[in-house]
């Protein structure tokens, strides 16, 4: 604790400056500054300092410059959606840090993209304005009186003096680190929006050096997306849009490759299938086929009038039965019923259509020689 300093506690949606104390050529390192009632606590990286020493602080201006960048950059931004989206706009609250500011207003819809960019121009061009930035402690009353109660956008400071800062036209109380004119904050590049809750737009925001930073970032995802589809950026859509127009394509053209081909396996089994009093029979393994293209092929070879019994590794069993099993009554929920009790469990279903399965699936062949028992009978 020390009896007055210059670096700024956390507060109001800004984090704490850093800095150093320094006694008699030792650097203290300031980690962190947090207010506790009228104290200002610094935290340091070593102990050291005792009760009466005499220190001289520093603050890290490129710190404390990018965060005051960003609040008075906040300020703009919260000025420029009201003149763009309307009156109603109000601060829901604020976060900056040395990278990125959000700010949170009422909205009652969506923010569009022609909004978004008119409220990036209009903040920057009221940074262009080189408007200053004006500070001064007025007693409550008159404050409220001259102001009215939009002063309170960002929350409502105790006491009997309040600090007022006045970008243009925008004023409010607030107590952050600002720069001293509109200049100083340099570009201002809004990133993105989000709907955090009902009827509040959350705007994300990049000003300075972070905004030249975020965007050279973003040139970097266009160059990386150029490079990959070997165009110039600013054929980037056209060809995106080409390319991805013959994916699908070409996915349509592999599913129906694959039911061909299954299609042609089909036809082989049955012809494979084997003559056992009168009906062709078909039991076969189909890998780790899902329960509807093991549906789809017993139908279809049950239609060639097989008696079909097909397991899957996944221990998913079918069974269908063509017309010459079924006018010798045999029933595709008997022949399921018996396969699956191998598998640990059970099954049913039409006497020409049935399904079931069990969870000892590593007993397939168990389970398939069953079936076929029950094809005989
Ligand atoms: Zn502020």
Not at 108 to 114: D, G, H, K, L, S
Not at 200 to 217: L, S
Not at 227 to 246: D, I, K, N, S, Y
Not at 312 to 324: F, H, N, P, Q, Y
Request: proline share 3%.
């Amino acid at each position: 604790v020390l009896d007055r300093t210059l670096l700024y506690p956390e507060g109001g949606g800004q984090p704490a400056d850093h800095g150093t104390l320094e006694r008699a050529g030792q650097e203290f390192a300031v980690v962190d500054v947090q207010k506790s009632g009228d104290a200002v606590l610094h935290k340091l990286n070593q102990p050291g300092l005792q009760k009466g020493d005499r220190v001289t602080g520093k603050v890290d201006m490129r710190r404390r410059l990018a965060h005051a960048r960003h609040h008075t950059a906040t300020h703009l931004v919260h000025d420029s959606a009201k003149r763009i989206l309307g009156r109603h706009v109000w601060q829901a609250g604020a976060q900056k840090s040395e990278e990125r500011a959000r700010l949170d207003i009422s909205h009652y819809r969506r923010i569009t993209e022609a909004e978004l960019k008119a409220i990036e121009l209009e903040a920057n061009r009221r940074v262009m304005e080189l408007t200053a930035v004006d500070t001064q402690f007025l007693p409550r009353e008159e404050a409220e009186k001259l102001f009215g109660f939009e002063l309170y956008q960002g929350g409502v400071p105790p006491g009997k003096q309040i600090r007022v800062v006045r970008v243009g036209t925008d004023i409010e109380a607030c107590a952050g680190t600002h720069v001293t004119n509109t200049g100083m904050i340099g570009a201002i590049k809004i990133l993105r929006t989000e709907r955090i809750q009902d009827g509040v737009e959350r705007i994300e925001f990049a000003a300075g050096e972070a905004a030249v930073r975020a965007v050279q970032e973003r040139d970097d995802l266009l160059a990386g997306a150029s490079g990959v589809l070997r165009v110039p950026a600013e054929q980037l859509p056209r060809t995106a849009e080409g390319v991805f127009e013959e994916w699908k394509g070409q996915a349509k053209e592999i599913e129906r490759l694959k039911e061909e081909l299954a299609r042609a396996r089909l036809r082989s089994l049955a012809a494979e299938a084997k003559e056992w009093d009168g009906l062709k029979i078909v039991v076969q393994r189909m890998g780790k086929a899902d329960i509807d293209e093991l549906l789809k092929a017993a139908a279809l070879l049950a239609e060639q009038d097989c008696t079909v019994l097909l397991g899957s590794e996944t221990g998913k069993l079918v069974a269908a039965v063509g017309k010459s099993g079924l006018e010798k009554g045999l029933k595709a929920g008997a022949i399921i019923k018996a396969a699956a009790k191998a598998l640990g469990g059970g099954g049913g279903g039409r006497p020409e259509l049935a399904q079931g399965g069990g969870p000892n699936a590593e007993r397939l062949e168990e389970a398939l020689a069953a079936g076929r028992e029950a094809m005989r009978a």
